[in-house]
């Protein structure tokens, strides 16, 4: 049984930081690409940045010098450093592995900016 578990939400005042996990188990983690998205309050769900089984990484231009992905394959773990929040980053932040046609998501977890 897959599953992708995120941790490390909550609420955060604009400026800070918070670091997003997301354990895998049921995969062989190491060929997946990994991502997180982002969906803000009545908004659709947008990639944030992904990082590939090679390592590779992309960010959207919004979180650009902000955001950190990185993974550890040892621990099955992906992780989204985020520095420098705005109010803007506000939402519920998912995480997903993909291979070939194999896309499987988290059940997300909440992130608040806000003084």
């Known amino acids: 049984q897959v599953q992708l578990v995120e941790s490390g939400g909550g609420l955060v005042q604009p400026g800070g930081s918070l670091r997003l996990s997301c354990a895998a188990s049921?995969?062989?983690?190491?060929?997946?690409?990994m991502g997180w998205y982002h969906q803000a309050p009545g908004k659709q769900r947008e990639l944030v940045a992904v990082i590939t089984s090679g390592g590779s990484t992309n960010y959207a231009d919004s979180v650009k010098g902000r955001f950190t992905i990185s993974r550890d394959n040892a621990k099955n773990t992906v992780y989204l450093q985020m520095n420098s929040l705005k109010p803007e980053d506000t939402g519920v932040y998912y995480c997903k592995a993909s291979v070939a046609v194999l896309v499987y998501w988290g059940k997300g977890a909440l992130v608040t900016v806000s003084s």
């Open positions: 049921g995969i062989s983690f190491s060929s997946y690409a």
